[in-house]
């Protein structure tokens, strides 16, 4: 069995594989899974929860030798992260293929897949993970900016300046937010369960601050925003604790989004009252408590924002289907 280990893409001139383009595909493939830019490289995961830029390590291996061995004329097939075939087509033909986690329709239930998942015989390859594009973070940075400063047109005069963002998840999308919320001049406020995640996007200039304690965090955040200084803190927590804590509170920030990995009640997203290392085993142990367990904080997160919404609080998701998830747990 092939053992997790290092990847760092070739650089330079110099061929690893017979001609540029397989070379190419080889490089986009290792550099998913770099330290330096994939969210759980061991476990083969880029982003996205549970992105994958390979089914297993020994496909990961079969991968690379495939590309080491193809020629120009031949394309590589890749179904859901494994190497399935190599045919003889032609120059200007694709080098690769690649189709990841289809299913025939009546099949294709979150529950029909992670049965097959379980099984290895197939993965989740999010958009840019099982395709081997992601750059990191820096990707999406763009279109989150762009976002934020769509918001500040609409709603605040073009500018964020002097007004308080509030978000929750700091991964591999969601890690973008805090640099593109100081970029349009806002104060920032993010909610995330996953330390690393922060010292992630600390060490990599994404987030100026991590502040503990929640009511720290937000008054942190309150003070940058009353002296209109353009800053992101981060804060260990649950996004369904920190919406509440500002609820009770009485405070209202501007605008309020969310990038957790709510599209996937299981691998994703973190329920609220547990640490991670009771979330993991509780996954692993128990997944249909655990799911529920994940909807009933995702009803109690929607509905915190929805009130805030009510409040005045320009509010938005971000395209994880929380509003989805929520009207599965029953938020109307």
Same mark, same amino acid.
């Given at each position: 069995?092939?053992?997790?280990?290092?990847?760092?893409?070739?650089?330079?001139?110099? $061929?690893?594989?017979?001609?540029?383009?397989?070379?190419? /595909? +080889?490089?986009?493939?290792?550099?998913?899974?770099?330290?330096?830019?994939?969210?759980?490289?061991?476990?083969? @995961? @880029?982003?996205?929860?549970?992105?994958?830029?390979?089914?297993?390590?020994?496909?990961?291996?079969?991968?690379?030798?495939? %590309?080491?061995?193809?020629?120009?004329?031949?394309?590589?097939?890749?179904?859901?992260?494994?190497? #399935?075939?190599?045919?003889?087509?032609?120059?200007?033909?694709? !080098?690769?293929?690649?189709?990841?986690?289809? %299913?025939?329709?009546?099949?294709?239930?979150?529950?029909?897949?992670? !049965?097959?998942?379980?099984?290895?015989?197939?993965?989740?390859?999010?958009?840019?993970?099982?395709?081997?594009?992601?750059?990191?973070?820096?990707?999406? %940075?763009?279109?989150?900016?762009?976002?934020?400063?769509?918001?500040?047109?609409?709603?605040?005069?073009?500018?964020?300046?002097?007004? +308080? #963002?509030?978000?929750?998840?700091?991964?591999?999308?969601?890690?973008?937010?805090?640099?593109?919320?100081?970029?349009?001049?806002?104060?920032?406020?993010?909610?995330?369960?996953?330390?690393?995640?922060?010292?992630?996007? $600390?060490?990599?200039?994404?987030?100026?601050?991590?502040?503990?304690? %929640?009511?720290?965090?937000?008054?942190?955040?309150?003070?940058?925003?009353?002296?209109?200084?353009?800053?992101?803190?981060?804060?260990?927590?649950?996004?369904?604790? +920190? +919406?509440? !804590? $500002?609820?009770?509170?009485?405070?209202?920030?501007?605008?309020?989004?969310?990038?957790?990995?709510?599209?996937?009640?299981?691998?994703?997203?973190?329920?609220?009252?547990?640490?991670? /290392?009771?979330?993991?085993? $509780?996954?692993?142990?128990?997944?249909?408590?655990?799911?529920?367990?994940?909807?009933?904080?995702?009803?109690?997160?929607?509905?915190?924002?929805?009130?805030?919404?009510?409040?005045?609080?320009?509010?938005?998701?971000?395209?994880?289907?929380?509003?989805?998830?929520?009207?599965?747990?029953?938020?109307?």
């Amino acid at each position: 069995m092939a053992e997790p280990r290092t990847v760092r893409a070739p650089r330079g001139r110099t $061929l690893s594989c017979k001609g540029w383009q397989q070379e190419a /595909a +080889l490089r986009m493939l290792m550099n998913n899974l770099d330290p330096e830019v994939g969210e759980r490289p061991d476990d083969l @995961v @880029v982003y996205g929860g549970s992105g994958k830029a390979a089914r297993n390590w020994e496909c990961f291996e079969a991968i690379v030798r495939s %590309l080491r061995e193809l020629e120009d004329d031949e394309t590589l097939l890749v179904q859901s992260g494994k190497p #399935v075939g190599v045919f003889r087509t032609h120059a200007d033909a694709p !080098r690769v293929l690649i189709a990841n986690a289809n %299913l025939v329709p009546h099949w294709a239930t979150a529950d029909e897949f992670r !049965r097959l998942e379980a099984l290895g015989l197939t993965m989740f390859g999010q958009m840019t993970a099982g395709s081997w594009i992601y750059i990191g973070t820096q990707g999406i %940075l763009q279109g989150t900016y762009e976002c934020f400063a769509a918001a500040a047109r609409a709603h605040f005069g073009g500018s964020l300046q002097g007004r +308080l #963002v509030v978000t929750a998840g700091l991964g591999g999308m969601g890690g973008a937010q805090p640099l593109a919320a100081t970029m349009n001049r806002a104060a920032f406020l993010a909610a995330e369960v996953d330390e690393a995640r922060i010292d992630k996007r $600390l060490a990599t200039g994404y987030l100026d601050e991590k502040v503990g304690g %929640l009511d720290a965090a937000i008054d942190r955040a309150l003070a940058l925003k009353a002296n209109r200084e353009p800053r992101s803190v981060g804060v260990v927590a649950n996004a369904a604790d +920190l +919406l509440a !804590r $500002l609820l009770e509170r009485g405070i209202v920030p501007d605008v309020l989004t969310d990038q957790t990995s709510a599209h996937d009640e299981l691998n994703g997203y973190v329920p609220d009252g547990m640490t991670l /290392a009771a979330a993991a085993a $509780l996954r692993a142990n128990d997944p249909g408590r655990y799911k529920a367990e994940a909807y009933r904080t995702m009803a109690a997160h929607m509905r915190a924002m929805l009130e805030l919404q009510r409040r005045g609080a320009v509010t938005f998701d971000y395209g994880n289907n929380l509003r989805g998830q929520a009207l599965v747990a029953g938020v109307a």
